[in-house]
Structures are given as C-alpha cells and as structure tokens.
C-alpha cells in the first residue's frame, strides 16, 4: 500500500522512525513528508534512509510533477504523527503554506491523525474545535495516550505508541494485517475460517497458546511448562462458534487443530509482533500463551561451553512487553468494539489468595475478561481439566467453569459471545 506519513514538528517525532519501520518492515511503500519543525527534531537524512525514499517539505521541489496533487492523488492512507496543535489547526482551517498541508488537501483516502502535545494545549477549546471539525469530515483523529509528557508534567497528550498507530491505520485502510507481514503466513479468503452458522459467524478471534521459548545460547532456552492443550481447545470452541480462527502457536505439546490459521511463533517478541498485526483485523482476542515476563539478556552465537578457567555464567535477564496490556491499548487508540481476554495463572501466597491476586491483576492489564487458574504442583499445566472463575471488567458477576478443557473452552466462548452482545456496535 501507498502511505503518505507526515510527521508534525514535536518531540515524539523521534518515535515516528519507529513507526516508519513498522510501515516498511511489513511491505508497505511510505514517502515521508515532515514539516519544518519536525526537521529540526529528526532530520531528512533520517527519513530518506528509513523510507528508501527522497524527503522533501517543499511544493518548490519537483515543481514538473505537480508533488502535492502527485503524493495526495497517490496515497492510499496519510498517517500524520505527531500531530501537533498547529497542524491540526491548520488542517482544520485549509491552510496550505507547506507539502504537508497541500497533499492533506489533496487526500482522496483515508486519513488518520495521531496528537501529541501538552494536556493543556490537548483540552484547549480551540484544538477540541479543531479536533471535532476534522472528526466530522472524516478524519480519523485518535486520542492521545496519557503518561508521562516532555517536561515534569504528566496526562493525556503522549503519542500513541507506535504500535497502535500502526495497528489504527491499517484497520483504518481496511489492510489485511497479517497477510502484509513478510514473516507471517498470508490468510486466504474463505480458507480455514469464515465458517457458517454460530453465535461468532463473521467474526475473526484471534488465540494464543502455548509457552514462549526465550533462547539462551543455539541449544538452550529459558521456557514454562504451558501445554497449549488449553488454548487448542480454544481454537476448537471458537471454530465451532462459526469464527475464522487465527492461533498464535508459541511451543505446544499437541497439534495445532484443522481449520485454523496457524501463525507460529518462539519467544515473547515473536509473539508480540504476530500479536499486533493480528489485532488489526481482529474482534476477539484471547491471550491464553504463557509468556515468558523475562528474556535473557544475551543471547550467545555458539552454544555457552563449561570452563575450568573461568568463572560459571550468570544469566542476566531482561523484561519482556506486556503483551496483553499492549493489546487493550491499541484498542482502545483506536477506540476500537474489540473483545480482549487474559488468562491468569496464579498460585496465591501469604499476602494474597488467588481471586485476589487476579482481580489486581485485571484492573492492571484492563484486559474485558480475565480467565484466572490456580496452578501449582500437577494443576493446571499439562493436564486435561481445569477449573477457572471468569472475571469481567464490566463487573458482572464471577463465573467458575470446570471440567475438561473443552468444557472450559466452551464456557470461555460462551462468556465472550455474550459479552460481544453488549458491545455497542461502531457508530
Ligand atoms: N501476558 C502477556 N505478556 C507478558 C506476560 C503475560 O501478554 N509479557 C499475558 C498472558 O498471555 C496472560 C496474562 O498476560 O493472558 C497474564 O499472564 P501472567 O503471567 O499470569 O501475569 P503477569 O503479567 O506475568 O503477572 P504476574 O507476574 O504478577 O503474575
């Protein structure tokens, strides 16, 4: 696809690179067009070499191809991040004294704007004036993160992450997120998925499952003993609610089931990426992988040999992303009806027991449903029954399901079909 990223002049268009990145890296051709003020944050030489393309902010550059009327005509999706309060000022009022501004003119597709700037100048009357006018032509204006601004200050007015802009603008473009990824295999219209009849007909739901492998050395690696058994049985109890199902398969001890779209991943980061892309195109998601929380630091070339003359290694270990957590915030940048579920596993301790360790645990990731276990010596893992309580955000009343995990996976599905009911559907 055609992108036209234009890139406003704050100090979050450091950040944009990175979304520039996550463009090309999944196949998409993308011309850079930064005002001014962003050059004075990250230079042309940057842009160019990222994008693969000349930069330019000027409508006197290639003046004989008319660039502006050229790149607007062109683009298939315009990105603009940051979207500062003076360029969504001038967008609102027609302005055109630079590339950026003419091609937004010029747009015939859709258009998507990522803001950035300080809470106040965020809530200042004239930028949510100028935020509503743009709304209301269609541009697709998302709400800004809150968090931790330049200065001391803190609220809303932080730069989406890159990934949720990422996963917004290609929902926005109605791109197939996955089949885009040079690294993901392609889903094929009407193969696995698009089943019949089922309270999930028409719906995509993508599952993880399994255990992440965080690798040490080219033999070894840091793993859990999640089975997969439970988010297999996911796949099969979705499939079988009419949903075209996508499973994200980190290390299982079973078969991936027939009649899904099988996406295999090994580590935290692996399973990250194929997450994200999978949201984009997604109405439900179900996070039942356990994932490593940690990687190893480094990770050696050649296989980490024993010494007598020198000191045994020490394992240094890094924080993996919060997946999950990651996930709703997409979703909720984009302010997406998209179903999120998080499995829990917990053991209880001296502080807490588990249902309270779980519902501290939903308010953190502010995932829609929480499918909490208790696991600890022969439960849970590897078996063929399970015993969970759902938790939902919305407060309804717990709900315990037990059996084998079929039976789980089938209480799981129907929670979450019931929970889609109440979901208002996009105005
Ligand atoms: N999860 C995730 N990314 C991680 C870790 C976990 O997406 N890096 C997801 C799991 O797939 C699961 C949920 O988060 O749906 C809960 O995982 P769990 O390991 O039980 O929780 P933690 O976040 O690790 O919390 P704690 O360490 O407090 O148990």
């Keep these: 696809m055609r992108i036209v990223l234009g ?3 704050g100090i979050a268009a450091y950040k944009v690179a990175s979304l520039l990145r996550l463009f090309t890296e999944a196949g998409h051709d993308v011309t850079v067009i930064p005002t001014d003020a962003a050059t004075r944050f990250v230079g042309v030489a940057t842009w160019e070499a990222l994008s693969g393309h000349p930069v330019s902010n000027s409508v006197f550059d290639e003046v004989h191809t008319v660039n502006h009327v050229r790149l607007g005509h062109e683009a298939e999706l315009i990105v603009v991040a940051p ?9 609102a009022t027609g302005q055109a004294n630079d590339l950026l501004t003419n091609t937004l003119l010029m ?3 859709p258009v998507l704007m990522a803001p950035a700037m300080h809470t106040e100048m965020w809530r200042h009357p004239a930028t949510q004036a100028n935020v509503e006018t743009l709304r209301s032509r269609g541009i697709t204006v998302l ?27 290609l929902a926005l473009a109605g791109a197939p997120a996955v089949p885009n990824s040079p690294d993901l295999p392609a889903s094929e219209p009407g193969s696995p998925a698009a089943s019949g009849a089922g309270p999930l007909a028409g719906l995509t739901v993508t599952i993880s499952a399994g255990g ?38 980190a290390h299982m001890d079973v078969p991936a089931p027939d009649g899904v779209e099988l996406v295999e991943v090994e580590t935290a ?22 994932v490593a929380d940690f990687r190893p630091a480094d990770v050696s070339g050649t296989k980490i040999k024993k010494r007598d003359d020198a000191a045994d290694p020490v394992i240094s270990l890094v924080r993996n992303p919060d997946i999950l957590r990651e996930l709703v915030e ?8 998209q179903l999120i579920v998080g499995f829990a596993a917990e053991t209880g301790d001296a502080d807490g027991d588990v249902l309270e360790y779980a519902a501290a645990k939903l308010r953190r990731k502010a995932c829609d449903l929480l499918v909490v276990n208790q696991v600890g010596k022969d439960r849970v893992f590897g078996q063929d029954s399970n015993d969970v309580v759902i938790l939902a955000r919305s407060g309804s009343e717990p709900q315990q399901a037990s059996g084998s995990k079929s039976d789980v996976a089938a209480a799981v599905i129907d929670r979450i079909s019931a929970e889609l009911s109440r979901l208002v559907p996009p105005a």
């Design 269 to 290: 980061l692996e399973l990250r990426k194929a997450a994200l892309h999978a949201a984009a195109d997604s109405d439900v998601i179900i996070m039942a992988a356990a």
């Design 212 to 249: 992440t492998r965080e690798p040490l050395d080219p033999v070894r690696f840091l793993g859990n003993r999640s089975s997969g058994k439970q988010g297999v049985a996911l796949a099969v109890a979705a499939r079988a609610a009419g949903a075209r199902v996508r499973l994200l398969a």
């Design 83 to 91: 979207a500062t309060a003076d360029l969504l000022a001038r967008a």
């Design 143 to 169: 709400e800004p993160a809150t968090g931790r601004l330049t200065g001391a200050d803190s609220g809303p007015g932080r730069l989406p992450e890159p990934a949720a802009i990422f996963a917004s603008s």
């Design 330 to 337: 997409v979703r909720d940048a984009a302010s997406r009806n």
């Design 7 to 9: 890139v406003g002049g």
């Design 107 to 109: 747009a015939g597709g």
